[in-house]
């Protein structure tokens, strides 16, 4: 098996596309691992910002908590309906599209495509602050660790969408199973203590409360933070088709589980705060320990049970960036389908996963965890505003659809729909408000940005394609040979091989030596006509011209393209082709290689002109062919073909 | 102005090379700035070892630094020897290679090459260290500023030598300028004061002192971080060619400047910390302060005095790298002239710099910067080793050499070289066992490593030459026009231009669609003799047959390269030129969109196997052409360009 098969599976046929479906059980980690695991972050983002009240702020997060849990009801029941309505996927952007108009689709596709990003960095930044919160000695390594992580869940995803939703099965019901556990067992011990149970393990000391009195401005900004928790719960919605039949029913089914558990997990958590009177610490700090970390500590102590939870916060963590990776590339895909995004993001890869997207995906969120040194709490302020943007255009444009189409029970779904707009609008505002000075600016710059980009790659796609339709059948008159000039420093086996392909494709080939001073490079003239001008000669072709041109710079190109463009002029505009005799090294090392023929190339391309096409004749040294070229080829046969064209049989 | 020239500068010519050479002003900053940064590093890592003392700390420092000043005078005799002995720049691979064998000279080379990259990533991160001891605010961005600080050198770099002298000039006298005030006013209140000054600005408190004793182990530790403030004196012998006439003299002299400014700073730091009583405070924890901005503000206060200097310590810190930047490529070229590196090291770029040695350096510096986190602390135990490596290995080679060469006053050059060898040797014993642990066992395995790498690529260099050198004449039996393949999904302008030129090469041209099943392509076989076919029997011309290949992976490639199997064998070996239409953009951020023809061009020739050679046949969109195109063409000529070969003019 090939390494590369190893790592991303075998290719599937577009006909396997139905077992790749999945039901409830698989696509609630696949789908819900993001929502569920904000749960995790959230109330923390929440408590972090009330650390200036000092021991007050647990006292608080009641009251948050139940704020948030009322928007989550209004977003549930709202996507609920959208998945009535779009069994085929009515993610944000095919809703706001269909339903709002061309830009309101945009600018929903944007802001989401800049939350899936964020979330990746967000989900894996809290994914190893947990991890060091219950091992401290991995603090000073937090953005290795992201990256590393990082890395994995790109090459998981590469090997498709069923593999993935396996991969997280069993973290994300080890931390249902282990979060749900310590909430019983604390809810059980405070109830026995009448509410204020001894905490197995004290929960870490609040510091002392600033000056500042606690006022609704403070309350509003700890609820844009709590707010976090809800981004990922649109995912279902978003995928419906991945769901097997009846996909409608399986997939609200899988949107109440989703919501269930995560409010639950929420009031759990506020509750159990509340009792042992539990505050943030400031991340990054040494001694930094996240909420649910001291929490887990207090109800059970540091037993087995709480680095098995932690074991779990941590992966689930780390892992509910998949729920981007899994829509990401999807958006790109309808994007790219509708030109806003070059075709590339239509493709789909070996494994029927759209492996351009995964790839964006990947650096967009790598650079996200480099710039913010992989800390979560950097990343929050910049977090939530796609998310409830896109919330907001979706549950808008879904009213606009019920109102147009009225079908069965649509008055209800109007309603459902439009107060899951207003609670999103509303908490948008807030959010934006709230977090403006802390970061929440960059992405109120960025996403429409990134729609005046969508739509100038559109722009540009149809230039191009109005530019290249031609209806008109192909035009033979005026066709001239190319003359083949061959770039050549040495005359070797790699030469031999080039001027013997340019010999059998026209009748003007002209070596060229570009003289470079610093390296020691034999004058070609002396020996051509004895190695080149005679056998041409005597087999009966008109001999290929030598021609050494004098490089001042040490460039190889500019020589060069100064005289393909006195060639093009001297023979009245000739189509010329650069045959570029090539060795090609084969072992994946080798791309690291800085190559001049590669380069040449490119800026041939680039620079030369229309006139000029580029032929690559490939030489490969006789030891490094691999295995898989060899069963294509057998080695004998490899062997014989490689020595066509420098000395044949 | 084009904007690769603003940012790189215009190209020089090779003869323009002794305008670049430098004298002793110039030379100072871009050789010593390494040696004199070191000044703000190396004391501060043998403080923060001694941290668990507590406020004994400071104490210790005057005789660790007499034992670091002893080694430096011993280092720096001995490499006046090595200047004059070898006046075509003496480093320690040219030293070690000629005088104790090439595996010696590897060693040396590639422990050079790991303390480069290291002293950039040391150095950047010392910057910003500084910088965030001066604006606490901005110690959370300290991966961030030091991965734009290291894009600023590169970018300063690839101008050349004599520009970047002229950046560092400014930085590097005002730093010596500042911290020579700075002793100067201090050790005048330290007089005054009968040794115990009143600071201006209390230094931060000394921690509470471990239970831990003053041991020989802990001063040798130490001993061996301070050591790092020896690193990057050997950077003159090495440049000795970078010198105007005459360039032994002049050398010597920057050498002995360099090292006396280090001494003084290094005692003069030494005295005043003892002092006022200064210890070292937590790396990489929130109220890190250097040693010197502690020992700045206590002798003259946080006034402007205070600013000007910690910006002269972060500008000459975060260039210090740049050191690295004038010899690693010079290392890497002398490699590559060698064979073990491959030849793209040993060219010359438009600038007088070896361009691809730059851009290996700031890859390899970048990871260690985000590997790491920005954090100079964590680097210094692998740092030295390679340093103090390679000066024995010169060391001891100059000793070889005056016992065979014996040229005048040898005895007198010999035993200085011996002292040097003896003195660096010691140190570095001490600093690979005392820091073994702590990191120091990277370097001892990859240096190693590294000369295996080395010896291993000039293996497979010289097996290729072997097998690519072919003194016989060219060799023209058996020559066959190649079989044209043209892979097209439309037909469109790009096509038609790609069909045209294949069929001015060959009689046999075959298009090939593959239906990939995730895009709706037209079937060409319906137009395709109306198209194509009826033109070509018109113009005289055998027609392009037209294959449609079904793809069941979607793929592009596998079919592909199935079906070009299949005519290689059914032809009787015939070579084929797959001809590639390409659509050709080439705005810079068109290098960005993923594109499914360069990965179909790079997979042909590295899969493809040896008979096949790869043609592009490029076209342009008629607004993406640039000025520098236009002016070498012509805006007239290039559309008519353009259009040639689609419709002709």
Redesign the interface.
């Known amino acids: 098996m090939k390494l590369h098969e190893l790592l991303f599976g075998k290719?599937?046929?577009?006909t396997e596309q139905e077992s790749e479906r999945v039901g409830a059980v698989t696509a609630l980690p696949v789908l819900g691992l993001d929502a569920l695991a904000s749960a995790a972050y959230g109330p923390e983002a929440a408590l972090t910002v009330l650390l200036p009240l000092g021991a007050a702020a647990s006292g608080q997060v009641g009251v948050l908590t139940l704020c948030i849990g009322a928007v989550l009801i209004a977003v549930v029941l709202s996507y609920a309906q959208t998945i009535r309505a779009y069994p085929n996927g009515g993610g944000s952007f095919t809703v706001a599209n269909e339903n709002l108009g061309r830009t309101a689709g945009l600018l929903a596709a944007a802001a989401l495509c800049t939350d899936y990003a964020l979330n990746v960095a967000v989900g894996i930044s809290a994914g190893v602050a947990a991890a060091a919160s219950a091992v401290p000695a991995l603090l000073?390594?937090?953005?290795?660790l992201c990256?590393a992580i990082l890395a994995v869940l790109v090459v998981v995803n590469l090997r498709g969408v069923r593999d993935s939703g396996l991969v997280f099965l069993g973290p994300t019901y080890l931390f249902l199973a282990a979060l749900f556990g310590a909430l019983a067992l604390g809810g059980f011990r405070t109830i026995l203590a009448h509410g204020h149970p001894a905490p197995v393990m004290a929960p870490l000391p609040a510091p002392p409360a600033a000056a500042l009195a606690l006022t609704p401005w403070l309350l509003l900004r700890a609820f844009a933070s709590g707010c976090t928790a809800l981004t990922g719960v649109e995912a279902v919605s978003n995928a419906v088709p991945i769901f097997r039949q009846p996909k409608v029913r399986k997939a609200r089914f899988t949107l109440v589980c989703i919501a269930g558990c995560l409010l639950a997990l929420l009031l759990g958590e506020a509750l159990l705060t509340r009792a042992y009177g539990i505050v943030a610490t400031?991340p990054?700090?040494?001694g930094y320990q996240s909420v649910l970390s001291q929490l887990i500590g207090a109800v059970a102590g540091r037993g087995p049970f709480y680095y098995v939870a932690m074991s779990a916060i941590f992966a689930v963590l780390a892992l509910s960036a998949n729920t981007s990776f899994a829509d990401f590339p999807r958006i790109c895909r309808l994007l790219a389908l509708d030109d806003y995004l070059?075709p590339?993001?239509?493709?789909?890869?070996?494994r029927l996963v759209y492996s351009?997207g995964i790839?964006l995906l990947a650096a967009v969120s790598g650079l996200l965890l480099?710039?913010f040194?992989g800390?979560t709490d950097?990343l929050i302020p910049l977090f939530a505003i796609g998310a409830f943007l896109a919330f907001t255009l979706s549950q808008a444009g879904m009213v606009a659809h019920w109102w147009r189409v009225r079908g069965p029970q649509w008055r209800k779904s109007l309603c459902l729909n439009a107060i899951g707009a207003v609670a999103t609008f509303v908490t948008l505002c807030i959010v934006a408000v709230s977090k403006f000075m802390e970061g929440a600016w960059i992405t109120l710059i960025f996403i429409p940005a990134l729609v005046v980009f969508f739509a100038g790659q559109r722009r540009a796609t149809e230039?191009?394609w109005r530019?290249?339709?031609?209806p008109s059948?192909?035009?033979?008159?005026?066709?001239?040979?190319?003359i083949v000039v061959v770039p050549l420093q040495v005359f070797?086996?790699?030469a031999?091989k080039g001027?013997?392909?340019a010999?059998?494709?026209s009748h003007d080939v002209r070596a060229v030596q570009v003289r470079?001073?610093?390296?020691k490079l034999d004058d070609l003239g002396k020996s051509w006509n004895?190695?080149?001008g005679?056998?041409?000669r005597?087999?009966g072709?008109p001999p290929p011209r030598l021609v050494v041109l004098p490089s001042?710079?040490?460039?190889f190109l500019g020589p060069l393209?100064t005289y393909l463009?006195t060639v093009f002029e001297s023979t009245g505009?000739s189509?010329i082709?650069v045959l570029v005799p090539?060795?090609?090294r084969?072992r994946w090392y080798h791309f690291f290689?800085?190559?001049?023929v590669t380069m040449l190339?490119v800026l041939l391309?680039?620079?030369?002109?229309?006139?000029?096409?580029?032929?690559?004749?490939?030489?490969?040294?006789?030891?490094e062919v691999d295995e898989?070229?060899l069963s294509?080829?057998g080695r004998r046969s490899?062997n014989r073909?490689?020595k066509?064209?420098?000395?044949?049989a």
Chains 1, 2 share one sequence.
């Open positions: 290719p599937l046929r577009a000073p390594w937090t953005l290795p990256l400031e990054g700090a040494t070059p590339g993001y239509a493709h789909l890869g070996r351009n790839a480099v710039v040194g800390i950097r230039r191009i530019e290249r339709t031609d059948p192909l035009d033979l008159t005026n066709l001239a040979r190319p070797d086996s790699i031999h001027l013997r392909l010999l059998t494709l470079t001073d610093d390296l004895a190695l080149v005679e056998p041409a005597n087999a072709l001042k710079y040490r460039a393209l463009r505009n189509p082709t090539e060795l090609v084969r290689i800085p190559s001049r190339k391309l680039l620079d030369g002109g229309p006139q000029i096409s580029v032929l690559s004749a490939p030489w490969y040294p006789a030891d898989s070229t294509r080829y490899w073909l490689r066509l064209g420098r000395r044949p």
